[in-house]
């Protein structure tokens, strides 16, 4: 069983930066596909990005691209997403998910999920 742990969450102005953490229990971690979804108020689940097991591929949704960076260190078991030029409609709670094997784009097909941080951008 693998835990997930996200952190660096907070508030924010619009234009600035913050980097998420996803801490993950578990030998297998190295193995996985690793993604970042988010929930704004009101709003379903949207995918953000992945990262394959080895870092090789990565994939972000058009709202992120060129402005966030989905990163991972197995060596410590952690997955990062680097936001930059935030905006206000980036607010919402992230979320780190995982599952071994292939590569994912779609909640329904990971099966690890952490608790959520609150990202918070200011106009």
């Known amino acids: 069983q693998v835990q997930l742990v996200e952190s660096g969450g907070g508030l924010v102005q619009a234009g600035g930066s913050l980097r998420l953490s996803c801490a993950a229990s578990?030998?297998?971690?190295?193995?996985?596909?690793m993604g970042w979804f988010r929930q704004a108020p009101g709003k379903e689940r949207d995918f953000v990005a992945a990262?394959?097991?080895?870092?090789?591929?990565?994939s972000y949704s058009d709202s992120v691209k060129g402005r966030f960076t989905i990163s991972r260190d197995n060596a410590r078991n952690t997955v990062y997403l680097q936001m930059n030029s935030l905006k206000p409609e980036d607010t919402a709670v992230y979320y780190c998910?995982?599952?071994?094997?292939?590569?994912?784009?779609?909640?329904?097909?990971?099966?690890?999920w952490g608790q959520g941080t609150q990202v918070t951008v200011s106009s």
């Open positions: 990262i394959s097991w080895r870092g090789g591929r990565t």
């Open positions: 998910a995982g599952r071994g094997g292939g590569f994912y784009t779609e909640d329904y097909e990971y099966d690890y």
């Open positions: 578990g030998r297998t971690f190295s193995s996985y596909t």
